[in-house]
C-alpha cells in the first residue's frame, strides 16, 4: 500500500516557477525507487490528464504540453517526487495529483494523493 501527499501549489503569474512535492508512505516489501510515479492534473472543467511519470524500467515521460517546461525527478532516499514547473502558462492552471502504480508500465495508476491547487494568471 501507498499514500502519497502532496504540496506546493500555489498561485503564480505566468511565466513562474512553481515546484510541487510528493512524500510517498511505501508498505514494507516495496521499495519508493521501484514504484512507478506519476503527475497527473485537472483543469476546470476538463478530464484529468496526464502529466509525467517515472517509471522504474522505462524512464521519464511527459506530455507533449509540458515538454521543456516542466521537470519530474526524485530523492529515494526521501521517498519523495517532485514537478518542478517553469514557464508557466494560464492553461496549466489545475488541480495536480500525484499517483502511484505498483505494477511496471501499466496505465493502471493504484494510488492517488489528494492534489494541490496551481493558478496561473496573466
Known amino acids: 500500500q501507498v499514500q502519497l501527499v502532496e504540496s506546493g501549489g500555489g498561485s503564480v503569474q505566468a511565466g513562474g516557477s512553481l515546484r510541487l512535492s510528493c512524500v510517498a508512505s511505501?508498505?514494507?516489501?516495496?521499495?519508493?525507487?521501484?514504484?512507478?510515479m506519476g503527475w497527473f492534473r485537472q483543469g476546470p472543467g476538463k478530464e484529468r490528464e496526464f502529466v509525467a511519470a517515472r517509471r522504474w524500467i522505462a524512464g521519464t515521460n511527459y506530455a507533449d504540453s509540458v515538454k521543456g517546461r516542466f521537470t519530474i525527478s526524485s530523492d529515494n532516499a526521501k521517498n519523495t517526487l517532485y514537478l518542478q514547473m517553469s514557464s508557466l502558462r494560464v492553461e496549466d492552471t489545475a488541480v495536480y495529483y500525484c499517483?502511484?502504480?505498483?505494477?511496471?508500465?501499466?496505465?493502471?495508476?493504484?494510488?492517488w494523493g489528494q492534489g494541490t491547487q496551481v493558478t496561473v494568471s496573466s
Open positions: 511505501v508498505a514494507s516489501g516495496r521499495t519508493f525507487r521501484s514504484i512507478d
Open positions: 499517483a502511484a502504480s505498483l505494477t511496471s508500465n501499466s496505465r493502471v495508476w493504484d494510488y
